[in-house]
């Protein structure tokens, strides 16, 4: 089980910005390209230090990926950098063809993503990537939870040969995983354990299920909270074996309920194990302007949301 | 008919209301808002044919439209002061359950907003559309649609700017916001946009250029672009302007194009702008 304690408020974008800088310390094959947005990505220290291997690609992201997906031949190791939404669904037959199906070492480092975004509204606030991505043959979907699981998740990417899309969001956010932890593409962290029920969590719903499970456990049930950080490929074992435990599961994700972790899941379960879930999602609707807080209150994502979800699931 | 100094108090109240809008909610885009404002306020007042009375269909109306979005302080600012809602909903935007979200939308239904923007390059090719089904119902009227430069970086507005020669789109009046700054600096250091005026000439267009912070100047360009539809092309303004015009310390970079001014500097911007038709 891996120990967790907050430190402080910290965003996840910075990781990936302090993670990218200590990647292409390590690796000079490492390159950065950006779309206009170098500042929101955090990419500034990438690129006042390796100014050569850092291309503005300007506002034009279909351009970006493709240009990304051929500076793989040859041996670079590309990470494109803009909103996840223009990531994403602006640029998805590009990253169909050019990356996916041809099997290209692109990682695609996506920002701003969900309603954590905030004041930018629904345009920006994108709650079908995990979908999109999942849906393409051998991408690996990575969305971590802070900032230090962040850092550690793009230097971990650049050392993995294949196509990846990596999540991550705006906000400050409760950092509570350690400095310089080892991460494992593909597999599960379990932040707590417990025996009646079965938290799977990712992003920015991690931090609000370890509030969820401590206020669960004090009123008497005892919850096991699972950090999925790599949805794709999803940890089948971990799942399954808490799961035969618990034998109920409540999944929480910044993201539209169909097709993101908690499909990913359900899918999961009624092959192996049927057991009951319920889904802590976006219900098939649009964000909206305001502050995160508000959002994640209003669309049902927060701390409570989860509380209700348990006290469902254990019910039936 | 409006004179010009009328206008440009319109326009100093419309600079305000950027302003203290995004001061409110420490967030939004200042640096264009304040650039397109003469645009704007000359738009609404002098130039288009409209019912504030809002209908989707806009039939045999002037139609208006932001490819982009960020800069929808200036719009919601000049749709409140022309009749389509409530000055004092702008005191809502970017805020939780608000018709002005943060882009333009219809899912809430604000009046004036006819397609939502905010992802950049969309809006020319709606534009084409909405002009081209005027056209196929006899509706004489000219859709206007305005556009960032850096905006122009997307390839989807060229293809649009292709498509709209192909098919003599007249009734067709695209502005580009021309203030050579974008995100992350200067266009020129990002992805320079090398002539414009030459590229849309190339691509079939009819190409003027107009100061957009010199009010007269906006009129009488807005009109000279309105007698030049129906000669079979599409009209394209390259209107220059200066992000964060009306305000001395926002201009003269790109570092205001998403930044809310703090306390200190709305006072001093506004201690720079006349009160001109009263504060939300
Ligand atoms: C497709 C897309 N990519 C990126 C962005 C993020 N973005 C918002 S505004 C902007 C710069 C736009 O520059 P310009 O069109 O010149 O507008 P200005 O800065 O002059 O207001 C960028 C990159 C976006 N909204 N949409
Ligand atoms: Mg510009």
């Given at each position: 089980m891996a120990k967790y304690e907050y430190t402080e408020m910290k965003d996840t974008r910075s990781g990936f910005g302090d993670g990218l800088l200590e990647a292409g310390k390590r690796n000079k094959d490492v390159v950065a390209l950006c779309a206009d947005l170098t500042g929101s990505l955090k990419m500034n220290a990438f690129k006042d230090a390796f100014p050569d291997r850092?291309?503005?690609?300007?506002?034009a992201e279909a351009n970006m990926m493709g240009v990304a997906a051929g500076l793989t031949i040859g041996g670079k190791i590309p990470f494109t950098g803009t909103f996840a939404n223009f990531s994403t669904g602006r640029v998805y037959d590009q990253i169909r063809q050019s990356i996916a199906y041809s099997g290209k070492n692109v990682k695609i480092a996506a920002s701003h993503?969900?309603?954590?975004?905030?004041?930018?509204?629904?345009?920006?606030?994108?709650?079908e990537d995990i979908g999109l991505m999942k849906m393409l043959p051998g991408m690996v979907v990575i969305n971590p939870c802070d900032y230090e699981q962040t850092k550690a998740a793009t230097i971990a990417i650049a050392e993995f040969d294949g196509p990846v899309y990596l999540r991550f969001g705006r906000p400050k956010w409760p950092v509570f995983t350690p400095p310089n932890q080892k991460f494992e593409i593909g597999k599960a962290v379990t932040f707590q354990e417990g025996n009646d029920v079965t938290i799977i969590a990712t992003g920015h719903c991690v931090w609000e299920s370890l509030k969820a499970a401590e206020e669960l456990e004090a009123g008497g049930l005892s919850v096991e909270v699972i950090n999925i950080?790599?949805?794709?490929?999803?940890d089948n074992d971990a799942i399954l074996k808490s799961v035969a435990k618990t034998g109920r599961v409540v999944t929480a994700e910044?993201?539209?309920?169909?097709?993101g972790l908690g499909d990913s899941v359900a899918q999961l379960l009624a092959r192996n194990n049927p057991k009951p879930i319920e889904f802590v999602a976006v219900d098939d609707s649009f964000g909206e302007s305001g502050k995160p807080e508000e959002l994640f209150e209003k669309y049902g994502l927060g701390k409570s949301s989860i509380v209700a979800a348990v006290k469902r699931v254990v019910k039936r | 008919m409006a004179t010009i100094q009328e206008l440009e108090n319109t326009a100093s109240q419309v600079r305000r209301d950027i302003l203290r809008m995004v001061h409110a909610v420490n967030s939004g885009h200042p640096g264009g808002s304040l650039g397109c404002a003469d645009y704007f306020t000359a738009l609404y007042s002098e130039i288009m044919d409209y019912?504030?009375?809002?209908?989707?269909?806009?039939?045999?109306e002037d139609l208006c439209f932001l490819?982009?979005?960020?800069?929808?302080p200036v719009w919601y600012s000049v749709l409140a002061r022309s009749g389509?809602?409530?000055?004092?909903?702008?005191?809502?935007?970017?805020?939780?359950?608000?018709?002005?979200?943060g882009h333009p939308t219809t899912h809430e239904g604000?009046?004036?907003?006819r397609i939502a923007s905010g992802?950049?390059?969309q809006g020319m090719s709606a534009a084409i559309g909405a002009a081209m089904t005027k056209k196929m119902n006899g509706d004489t009227k000219t859709v206007y649609c305005l556009h960032g430069d850096g905006e122009l970086q997307e390839g989807q507005i060229w293809e649009a700017a292709m498509f709209a020669a192909h098919n003599k789109v007249d009734n067709l009046i695209c502005t580009i916001?021309?203030?050579?700054?974008?995100i992350d600096g200067d266009t020129d250091d990002v992805l320079s946009l090398g002539n414009l005026r030459a590229k849309f000439e190339a691509f079939g267009w009819d190409v003027m250029e107009m100061d957009g912070n010199n009010m007269e100047a906006t009129v009488n360009g807005l009109k000279e672009a309105k007698s030049k539809t129906g000669n079979g092309k599409p009209i394209c303004i390259l209107m220059t302007t200066e992000m964060?015009?009306?305000?001395d310390f926002m201009m003269?970079?790109?570092?205001?194009?998403g930044v809310a001014p703090n306390d200190e500097q709305l006072k001093d911007a506004l201690s720079q702008l006349t009160e001109t038709a009263g504060d939300y």
């Amino acid at each position: 089980m891996a120990k967790y304690e907050y430190t402080e408020m910290k965003d996840t974008r910075s990781g990936f910005g302090d993670g990218l800088l200590e990647a292409g310390k390590r690796n000079k094959d490492v390159v950065a390209l950006c779309a206009d947005l170098t500042g929101s990505l955090k990419m500034n220290a990438f690129k006042d230090a390796f100014p050569d291997r850092f291309i503005q690609a300007g506002i034009a992201e279909a351009n970006m990926m493709g240009v990304a997906a051929g500076l793989t031949i040859g041996g670079k190791i590309p990470f494109t950098g803009t909103f996840a939404n223009f990531s994403t669904g602006r640029v998805y037959d590009q990253i169909r063809q050019s990356i996916a199906y041809s099997g290209k070492n692109v990682k695609i480092a996506a920002s701003h993503a969900g309603l954590t975004l905030g004041e930018d509204g629904a345009t920006h606030q994108i709650l079908e990537d995990i979908g999109l991505m999942k849906m393409l043959p051998g991408m690996v979907v990575i969305n971590p939870c802070d900032y230090e699981q962040t850092k550690a998740a793009t230097i971990a990417i650049a050392e993995f040969d294949g196509p990846v899309y990596l999540r991550f969001g705006r906000p400050k956010w409760p950092v509570f995983t350690p400095p310089n932890q080892k991460f494992e593409i593909g597999k599960a962290v379990t932040f707590q354990e417990g025996n009646d029920v079965t938290i799977i969590a990712t992003g920015h719903c991690v931090w609000e299920s370890l509030k969820a499970a401590e206020e669960l456990e004090a009123g008497g049930l005892s919850v096991e909270v699972i950090n999925i950080h790599t949805i794709k490929p999803l940890d089948n074992d971990a799942i399954l074996k808490s799961v035969a435990k618990t034998g109920r599961v409540v999944t929480a994700e910044e993201h539209q309920m169909n097709g993101g972790l908690g499909d990913s899941v359900a899918q999961l379960l009624a092959r192996n194990n049927p057991k009951p879930i319920e889904f802590v999602a976006v219900d098939d609707s649009f964000g909206e302007s305001g502050k995160p807080e508000e959002l994640f209150e209003k669309y049902g994502l927060g701390k409570s949301s989860i509380v209700a979800a348990v006290k469902r699931v254990v019910k039936r | 008919m409006a004179t010009i100094q009328e206008l440009e108090n319109t326009a100093s109240q419309v600079r305000r209301d950027i302003l203290r809008m995004v001061h409110a909610v420490n967030s939004g885009h200042p640096g264009g808002s304040l650039g397109c404002a003469d645009y704007f306020t000359a738009l609404y007042s002098e130039i288009m044919d409209y019912s504030t009375d809002f209908k989707m269909d806009g039939t045999n109306e002037d139609l208006c439209f932001l490819s982009n979005g960020h800069i929808s302080p200036v719009w919601y600012s000049v749709l409140a002061r022309s009749g389509f809602f409530p000055i004092s909903e702008l005191s809502t935007f970017r805020k939780i359950d608000s018709r002005l979200q943060g882009h333009p939308t219809t899912h809430e239904g604000l009046p004036g907003i006819r397609i939502a923007s905010g992802s950049l390059g969309q809006g020319m090719s709606a534009a084409i559309g909405a002009a081209m089904t005027k056209k196929m119902n006899g509706d004489t009227k000219t859709v206007y649609c305005l556009h960032g430069d850096g905006e122009l970086q997307e390839g989807q507005i060229w293809e649009a700017a292709m498509f709209a020669a192909h098919n003599k789109v007249d009734n067709l009046i695209c502005t580009i916001d021309y203030n050579q700054r974008q995100i992350d600096g200067d266009t020129d250091d990002v992805l320079s946009l090398g002539n414009l005026r030459a590229k849309f000439e190339a691509f079939g267009w009819d190409v003027m250029e107009m100061d957009g912070n010199n009010m007269e100047a906006t009129v009488n360009g807005l009109k000279e672009a309105k007698s030049k539809t129906g000669n079979g092309k599409p009209i394209c303004i390259l209107m220059t302007t200066e992000m964060g015009a009306g305000v001395d310390f926002m201009m003269g970079s790109h570092k205001w194009h998403g930044v809310a001014p703090n306390d200190e500097q709305l006072k001093d911007a506004l201690s720079q702008l006349t009160e001109t038709a009263g504060d939300y």
